[in-house]
């Protein structure tokens, strides 16, 4: 090939780079063989004690351990779906196209809205992009409302990217039953309001009414944003939009992502009709070809960045694809008698460890958070939790998430999650291990 | 885009007219009493639904999900997988995409159970193996680049744009400077806009020279005492090295501002250059770029940024330190940019890539950029006279041709190419980008593919050059072979069908 180029050393295609060329290749480890590389990633797995098989694990707060059917990674690892770009050439992408626009309806399906995009990165910048929507929609507000249930991950990246744009956030908290105030929610919304947003189940596993925050915010102008982190409660609760939600925007990591230390997950949006415009992301269509054929292609492309630049709706260039497909797969898998079932399963094992843990503790204490739950329950110790929840932790039990670094007045509080991966002898062990510790863990 | 010139279906009317096209939707398919999976009892006394979820909470049955069996699931995915041309098989020029092969033991990395099944917010102690990983992944990028310090956060190449173009801001924020532009090449991809209009800074365009490099003179001018950041694409969107790199990086530094380096091209010279020692600030990389993540059909990708020392206050949290009692994530920092995301990264991605780099070893790296720069001055050289090359400079790891010679003489456009190409079995390359390019053609063959397949791609080119002058029509109607045909893009923007509904809807 030198030969045919009429050069004598693979050098001269880089001699514009002149002295910047090393002389010496970089100082890595490797290259190394499968083998090796197994060996290496071995003792790297070794290091790690991991939930399920190590340690029973309550762990949730927006990444949640669910089994995932065998079929889902087989079909992910097809080369085909595996190693094709984004699909801007449709005649060569059909099989991407259909995934992407079967991933839009299941969004919209789920979410009771109108229209879903092809997925974004995950919940936080989901929630973030729903916010920078609900601004250039609202174009002259200057003030962003939300819940302090939100969880804390999605509001910290919010005010990453807030603080450059001159949006001001006020955030409001929650009352006794562990919902976001209604009072000081209405309170906080005027006519400077660009939107509410509110997340149901929120950070403390309570089950929000979406219709309280939407209602507050078209009284106001204001758009209504839905979060949502446990993307499969939204097989049982009442939908965004039925809640008169404008925007809908989630971590869909249930939907047979492995945990894989946060990421890459799945961030989903679902819109109303008359916003589809100000979308971020790509969105699937349907079309006909050349012959008169259904076919997909993507589509709206004018809102985004390598059409319309500085000027688009998001800086974003790709999606989850691939997670989208697992999803897309998962939810297919399931179906519709499946999903409802499974959602079930996770909200009767969490109530029945709620239950189990107020009888274990004396019934009739009085719980600061009284709302109903779907599979995370908020449970307020005696003892300090850092030193309950390591005690635990040497018990064989990750028993939750302290809530004291992100609120600190629920310092004696955690919060626990229960799947279908939790076997109720889990949950036992879980009380037991409570009790034996403090004779005072109480679900509140 | 539907146009005039479509012929008539030449399907071979024996092959009946099935499998491709009547795979409907999974929600056509549904069969009632259906399901794909088995799901373990509760285990516990089950409270009726509306006792646990009173006051409306409760939704009813969704509308509309599917019902399938778990063959009618695998079915329904392997045969709209087909539809798919993928890198599996074959060819996959796309320019600055870098479609790379994926080495398929990262796959089996980034599933060892032991990794993938660890959750984020465990405690520090019970995931040593995932911090060192982080640790192991971010010197080698530190290696690589000879910047100071990684941040793995960012989830795409975007998003570390976006990262790295706030540092930038924040560090000058500190220095009680308020600066206003970025300036950004013509050629840069649209991301770059994107990200610095999102970080809060206004665009200033910078025009391209005849040698499709900066114009040092016009940097000299628009880089004022306003401007907070360069943001260039190294090698850039034509390919072309800016051979002036290190002066270019004298007058921003001159200025105060920032060299931000768009790492999409970073496999033209991965392991043989290194952007630190071109005066570069920051530098986002495309782990499903260089590093050969799998594109996965639009993502998930990964976009680490790298920061010279001036920034490393400025990195998202939490960084990966190592400590007396082992690795531990670091939130103590009062100067960052705050977190971007939520959790810790692209986790699965840099397994992969990882992987990829202890694989390949310094020496094999720097031959990954070396065969990279081959194969497409290889495909130039094959190419160059049968189609236009706007720009002489030479070709770093892709090259840009444009569809002029066809388009005057015969009216075919770098569209019709791009659909004819499918007919020849290969994907087409990047279409009507860099901007700067009327109708380019952006070829970017990366290192794994061999000289076969690359001269078959060279004569299937001609052939269509060829094509095009004698039979124009046949050009303009392709494809003829691929699952569908010609889609026509205009009318599904102008009548959005996104999504289907349920009857009645």
């Known amino acids: ?444 | 885009m539907s146009d005039e010139t479509d012929r008539p279906a030449e399907r071979d009317p024996r092959i009946p007219h099935v499998a491709w096209q009547n795979e409907g939707l999974l929600f056509e398919r549904s069969s009632p009493g259906r399901i794909g999976v088995t799901l373990p009892a509760s285990g516990v006394d089950e409270t009726p639904l509306d006792e646990l979820l009173p006051d409306g909470l409760l939704r009813a049955e969704v509308e509309g999900l599917p019902e399938l069996s778990e063959v009618d699931v695998v079915r329904h995915f392997t045969r709209i997988s087909r539809k798919n041309y993928a890198l599996d098989l074959g060819l996959y020029p796309l320019g600055s995409c870098t479609m790379k092969y994926n080495p398929r033991i990262n796959e089996d990395m980034a599933r060892l159970p032991g990794l993938a099944g660890s959750h984020p917010l465990q405690p520090e102690s019970t995931v040593q193996g995932n911090l060192a990983l982080f640790w192991a992944l971010e010197r080698a990028l530190i290696a690589l680049t000879g910047l100071e310090r990684v941040s793995l956060h960012p989830a795409a190449g975007a998003h570390g744009e976006f990262a790295g173009i706030v540092m930038a801001r924040a560090a000058l924020g500190r220095r009680g400077e308020g600066r206003k532009y970025v300036l950004i090449p013509d050629s840069a991809h649209g991301t770059n806009p994107a990200s610095a209009r999102f970080a809060g800074f206004e665009v200033k365009e910078l025009l391209s020279n005849a040698q499709g490099t900066l114009d040092l003179a016009d940097l000299e001018r628009e880089m004022t005492g306003d401007v907070a950041a360069l943001m260039l694409t190294v090698p850039n969107t034509l390919g072309v090295f800016e051979n002036h790199i290190r002066e270019i990086a004298d007058i921003v530094h001159g200025k105060g501002g920032f060299l931000y380096c768009d790492g999409a091209n970073f496999n033209a010279f991965v392991g043989k250059a290194r952007p630190g020692d071109m005066g570069v600030d920051v530098l986002h990389m495309n782990l499903h770029k260089t590093f050969t993540t799998p594109h996965g059909g639009g993502g998930p990708g990964a976009g680490p940024v790298g920061v010279a020392s001036e920034l490393v206050p400025f990195l998202p949290v939490p960084t990966v330190e190592r400590g007396e009692s082992g690795f531990y994530l670091d939130f103590d920092r009062p100067h960052s940019i705050g977190r971007i995301r939520s959790f810790h990264a692209q986790f699965g991605m840099l397994i992969r890539a990882l992987a990829y780099i202890m694989s390949m070893g310094g020496e094999g790296l720097r031959q990954v950029a070396e065969n990279a720069v081959l194969n497409a001055n290889y495909v130039r050289k094959g190419l160059e006279g049968t189609y236009h090359l706007p720009y002489s400079s030479p070709s770093m790891h892709e090259v840009v041709f444009s569809d002029k010679i066809q388009h005057e003489a015969h009216h075919v456009t770098t569209l019709d190419i791009a659909k004819r190409l499918m007919d020849y079995g290969f994907h087409p390359p990047t279409i009507y980008f860099p901007l700067i390019v009327s109708g380019a053609l952006m070829i970017e063959p990366t290192e794994t593919v061999g000289r076969q397949e690359l001269d078959h791609f060279i004569e299937a080119m001609k052939e269509i050059a060829r094509e095009a002058a004698e039979d124009p029509d046949l050009v303009r109607g392709a494809p003829y072979t691929t699952p569908v045909r010609r889609c026509d893009e205009a009318r599904a923007a102008r009548h959005p069908i996104l999504r289907w509904k349920p009857d009645g809807e």
């Not at chain 1, 939300?146 to 929650?174: K, Q």
């Not at chain 1, 929000?208 to 939204?234: D, F, N």
């Not at chain 1, 996770?346 to 109530?351: D, E, T």
């Open chain 1, 1 to 444: 090939m030198l030969e045919s180029l009429g050069i004598d050393s693979v050098d001269r295609l880089f001699d514009s780079l002149g002295d910047l060329v090393l002389d010496a290749p970089v100082d890595l480890p490797g290259p190394l063989s499968d083998d090796e590389l197994r060996e290496y990633f071995g003792r790297l797995e070794g290091m790690n004690r991991v939930p399920g098989r190590d340690l029973a694990s309550f762990l949730g707060a927006g990444a949640y351990r669910h089994a995932t059917p065998a079929v889902v990674d087989h079909l992910l690892l097809r080369g085909e779906f595996l190693t094709v770009y984004t699909p801007y050439q449709p005649e060569f992408s059909q099989g991407t196209l259909q995934a992407i626009f079967e991933f839009q309806t299941f969004i919209c399906l789920l979410t009771g809205l109108d229209v879903a995009n092809a997925s974004l990165y995950e919940g936080a910048t989901a929630f973030t992009e729903a916010v920078l929507m609900a601004d250039r929609i609202q174009k002259k507000r200057r003030r962003v409302v939300v819940s302090r249930g939100i969880h804390p991950h999605y509001r910290a990246t919010l005010r990453s990217y807030a603080r450059n744009l001159d949006l001001e956030i006020v955030e409001v908290g929650w009352d006794a039953s562990g919902r976001t105030d209604p009072a000081a929610l209405e309170a906080a919304v005027d006519a400077e309001t660009i939107c509410v947003a509110v997340q149901s189940p929120n950070y403390f596993g309570v089950v929000e009414p979406w219709a309280t925050a939407s209602g507050i915010a078209h009284r106001a102008g204001a758009l209504s944003i839905a979060v949502v982190a446990e993307a499969l409660s939204m097989a049982l609760l009442e939908s965004p939009g039925a809640g008169g939600c404008d925007i809908a925007v989630g971590e869909a990591q249930s939907f047979g992502l492995p945990l894989s230390f946060g990421g890459p997950y799945l961030g989903f949006m679902a819109v109303r009709e008359e916003h589809k415009r100000a979308m971020p992301g790509r969105l699937a269509g349907e079309t006909v070809d050349a012959d008169g054929e259904r076919a997909w292609v993507l589509t709206l492309a004018t809102r985004e960045q390598h059409i319309r630049r500085e000027k688009a709706t998001s800086n974003i260039c790709t999606n989850q694809a691939l997670c989208a497909l697992a999803a897309t797969i998962y939810l297919a898998l399931h179906g519709k008698v499946g999903l409802r079932r499974l959602a079930e399963i996770n909200l009767q094992r969490a109530a029945a460890l709620k239950r189990r843990l107020a009888a274990e503790a004396g019934a009739g204490a009085a719980a600061a958070f009284s709302g109903p739950i779907f599979n995370e329950l908020t449970v307020r110790a005696d003892e300090p939790v850092p030193e309950l929840l390591a005690g635990l932790q040497a018990d064989g039990i990750l028993a939750g998430v302290a809530l004291g670094e992100d609120y600190p007045e629920l310092a004696d509080c955690f919060v626990l999650a229960v799947t279908e991966a939790n076997p109720p002898a889990d949950a036992e062990r879980l009380v037991r291990a409570l009790a034996a510790r403090t004779g005072a863990a109480q679900a509140v």
